[in-house]
Nanobody, 124 residues
Framework: QVQLVESGGGSAQAGGSLRLSCAAS????????MGWFRQLPGKKREGVAT????????GYADSVKGRFTISRDNVKNTLFLQMNSLKPEDTGLYYC?????????????????WGKGIQVTVSS
């Protein structure tokens, strides 16, 4: 059974940075792809970034390219999201998720397991 626990959320000013972490437990075979998703106020949940375990192939949503960086530590089963140049429109609930297959650079993936989410608030 995969369990995911996000940390590192909180508040930041526009132009600032935050780093999200996700501690994962469970079989590695269920985590070939890991990713970050978010739900902005009044909108559907959307993919932010994904990363594959095999070759660290990454995928990003257009809205975060050049500002966010996803990485993972396969030994510690931890996922990270470094968020720089934050904007007020990045405010929302951020989720960590895993997929039993590779994402191949896509972010619109129907993931298998989800964390409970963590709030990120960016003020102008």
């Amino acid at each position: 059974q995969v369990q995911l626990v996000e940390s590192g959320g909180g508040s930041a000013q526009a132009g600032g940075s935050l780093r999200l972490s996700c501690a994962a437990s469970g079989p590695s075979s269920s985590m070939w792809c890991m990713g970050w998703f978010r739900q902005l106020p009044g909108k559907k949940r959307e993919g932010v970034a994904t990363i594959d375990s095999k070759d660290d192939k990454r995928g990003y949503a257009d809205s975060v390219k050049g500002r966010f960086t996803i990485s993972r530590d396969n030994v510690k089963n931890t996922l990270f999201l470094q968020m720089n140049s934050l904007k007020p429109e990045d405010t929302g609930l951020y989720y960590c998720a895993t997929y039993q297959f590779y994402c191949w650079g896509k972010v619109d993936v129907d993931m298998d397991h989800w964390g409970k989410g963590i709030q990120v608030t960016v003020s102008s």
